[in-house]
């Protein structure tokens, strides 16, 4: 692996994901260094041993010394970091992210992007219901699936590298997607399922549920502990997408709730072994 | 503990759940009789040691000789079994089931019952996506919630019998509730939740969504492997109720797509944090 004592790496935004990645990457014996708004971020990541230089402003050396850039940060400050820092970068550096949605960051990023440095974006879908370096856990990417979503910007040894990241962070399936297909995909397997969570916890005020509920009502509504500024932006930034599987989940949800009225067995009985049938497919 | 040691149990329906109840029985060291109309659940059970007697018929020795009955037949079939052949009943038997839906089974099974014998119901919130007593498990009772659902034909003593068994199966918090009070509960939490993994599963037929997703999508589609034949019963024969949940969840589904729809962050966020704090109740 190319990456293992390959220089500087420097995480911006040093949040429960930029936290899991700067965790792992020193596990690995990589040197991590981390900006970070937050004091208590920094500090703690330096306490802990999780980063070995931080600072909360935009450290010069920190940039320059950079061979890696990995962005922790919000899908909006993203591109605005990039067009103010970008000086800083040290030629040939390499950069990704985390973000959770691609089109509406990735074009922006590569388009106003020096030329003598790359950005090659990717998605780990791994997370937890909590946030802050102080939650970090290198575990998250542990059998957790990882896609890389490259431009006609990108060359194949970036997409290589960026490959490779992925699984050395412990990433079980790699994938590669077209930035479209990833916020078309993501809108329908993390975005719903985020909106479906919370018009679920929204649609009851007992107080008293957690005493009759089974795991099925705690599992789906996990997620409901929820980042309110980031997602209320990822959505916001995936409107389109994201529209369009609200739309066909409440459609379905909609026929089936029509087959209960009607009494129609034989309809929710064909919806049931539908799921059941593709559901299957995750347990191979 | 009046349970341990205390005459014969016999099930009726070894299937998953009534499989279960009499793997835990037998482990407390209980004699644990089964009626099945599958040969193999009954031979499996023999083999296992989850049961010590059975029979693929409504073998009348099995059943006078019971001190306690608990049915793990499916909803409908539990008032037809009793009123077809409760004349085999032991006088002071006490039977109890486990059945999903309390109202429109416990009213009429109780109607017709004879008055020497006495039927509490309950409903242990335990589970799994798969069926048959070749399934069963013991360990899904562990730290699970239990319903007992009396009505005014029950005695004081019988609640306490059957809170007691729940105990003893290892439940966590043990709940009374009215049959109606559970049937409103259990649409919202367990059927409700059921129709929305349903939904979402029929609502995309891309075969590749396994390599894309994070836990949220196979935590909240876990349960869209479904019995079809028993979970469309339950479904239609606690409709009302179920029916609300659906249009309750529907509207608020509705309201946050709209939101989305008018690039309403604030609203967004509002129902975000609402139910950021809602769901911080489980976790306590």
């Keep these: 692996m190319q990456w293992i004592n390959k220089g500087n790496i420097l995480i911006t935004g040093l949040g429960l994901m930029g936290g899991s990645y700067a965790m792992a990457l020193s596990r690995l014996g ?22 070995k230089e931080g600072s909360t402003e935009v450290e010069p050396a920190l940039v320059s010394s950079a061979d890696t850039v990995i962005f922790g940060l919000y899908p909006r400050t993203l591109p605005e970091w990039i067009k103010r820092w970008q000086h800083l970068f040290r030629p040939g550096a390499m950069i990704t992210d985390v973000t959770g949605i691609k089109s509406s960051v990735v074009y922006e990023a590569q388009a106003c992007l020096r030329k003598d440095v790359e950005f090659i974006a990717a998605h780990p879908m791994a997370g937890k219901e909590v946030s802050g370096v102080e939650n970090s856990d290198d575990g998250i990417f542990r ?142």
């Design 143 to 284: 059998n957790a699936n990882y896609i890389v979503t490259p431009t006609k910007a990108n060359t194949r040894k970036a997409v290589e590298w960026c490959k490779d990241l992925g699984r050395i962070l412990g990433c079980r399936k790699i994938s590669v997607l077209s930035p479209e297909e990833h916020d078309e995909m993501i809108a329908f397997v993390s975005q719903l399922t985020h909106c479906i969570a919370v018009s679920l916890m929204t649609a009851s005020e007992n107080r008293h549920l957690a005493d009759y509920t089974g795991n099925s009502f705690r599992d789906l509504t996990r997620i409901a502990r929820i980042n309110e500024d980031m997602w209320s932006e990822l959505f916001i930034m995936n409107k389109k997408p994201l529209l369009d599987k609200m739309d066909r989940f409440l459609g379905e949800f909609r026929e089936f709730r029509d087959a209960l009225e009607a009494e129609d067995s034989e309809k929710m009985k064909e919806k049931m072994r539908l799921s059941t049938e593709r559901r299957a497919w995750f347990d191979k």
């Design 30 to 51: 990589c040197h991590v260094a981390a900006i970070d708004t937050r004091r208590e971020a920094i500090d703690f990541a330096l306490e802990k041993g999780i980063i």
